[in-house]
T-cell receptor, first 115, second 111 residues
C-alpha cells in the first residue's frame, strides 16, 4: 500500500474484553513502532520492532498488552481484559532505518474506547 | 534516560509572524525528528536531521549537536500552520525503545 494502514479505525468494547489492533507498514520498512496517545496527552512509546524481533518490550503498560510481528511486515497489538484506562488512540509508524534513524510514516491510528 | 524538552508548550501568534519552537535533549543522538499533528488528524513527519539545517517551503529545522538543541522555524506563518509540533530523538546507541518524544508545542496562528 501507499502508506501505513491500521485497522480498525475505531473500536468500542466493553471492559474485560480482548481487542486486537492491526498495523500494515509500508512495504520494505524494517522498523515498526507502536505508540498510544490518550486524550490531550503526548505520545507514549509501547514497543519497537526491527524486523520480527522486539529489542525491548518494557514500554508495554502491563502484561495485558502483547504485540507480535510476523514475516517482517504486519504487526498486531493485543490488549487482553481491557480496562477503561486503555482508551486511547493507538498509532503505528514504520521506517526504513533502525533505532529511529529513518523518516517516520504514521498510520491514522486506531481509536479504542473501553466502556 | 534521555529526556526531550520542548518550548514553548503553547504559542499563539498572528498570521505572518516568524515562529520558533525549541527542542533540547540530554544525551547523544543519532537523529532528531520534527513531527506535525493537526487537530483530530494524523501525524506527519516534517524533518529528520542529524546535523546542520534543512528547509522545506516555509519550514526550517536546525540542529546544534554540541548544544544538544534543535529549532523549528516557520516563516510567514498562516492559520493552516496551527497544529501540535512534536520533537522526537533517537539515541546514539540505537536505543531499544526507538524514539523519545517531547510533549509537543501547541501552535495557534490567528488570522
Amino acid at each position: 500500500g501507499a502508506g501505513v494502514s491500521q485497522s480498525p479505525s475505531n473500536k468500542v468494547t466493553e471492559k474485560g474484553k480482548d481487542v486486537e489492533l492491526r498495523c500494515d507498514p509500508i512495504s520494505g520498512h524494517t522498523a515498526l513502532y507502536w505508540y498510544r496517545q490518550s486524550l490531550g496527552q503526548g505520545l507514549e512509546f509501547l514497543i519497537y520492532f526491527q524486523g520480527n524481533s522486539a529489542p525491548d518490550k518494557s514500554g508495554l503498560p502491563s502484561d495485558r498488552f502483547s504485540a507480535e510481528r510476523t514475516g517482517g511486515s504486519v504487526s498486531t497489538l493485543t490488549i487482553q481484559r481491557t480496562q477503561q484506562e486503555d482508551s486511547a488512540v493507538y498509532l503505528c509508524a514504520s521506517s526504513r532505518g533502525q533505532g529511529g534513524a529513518g523518516e517516520l510514516f504514521f498510520g491514522e491510528g486506531s481509536r479504542l474506547t473501553v466502556l | 534516560k534521555n529526556e526531550v524538552e520542548q518550548s514553548p508548550q503553547n504559542l499563539t501568534a498572528q498570521e505572518g509572524e516568524f515562529i520558533t519552537i525549541n527542542c533540547s535533549y540530554s544525551v547523544g543522538i543519532s537523529a532528531l525528528h520534527w513531527l506535525q499533528q493537526h487537530p483530530g488528524g494524523g501525524i506527519v513527519s516534517l524533518f529528520m536531521l542529524s546535523s546542520g539545517k534543512k528547509k522545506h517551503g516555509r519550514l526550517i529545522a536546525t540542529i546544534n549537536i554540541q548544544e544538544k538543541h534543535s529549532s523549528l522555524h516557520i516563516t510567514a506563518s498562516h492559520p493552516r500552520d496551527s497544529a501540535v509540533y512534536i520533537c522526537a530523538v533517537a539515541y546514539s546507541g540505537g536505543g531499544a525503545d526507538g524514539l523519545t518524544f517531547g510533549k509537543g508545542t501547541h501552535l495557534i496562528i490567528q488570522p
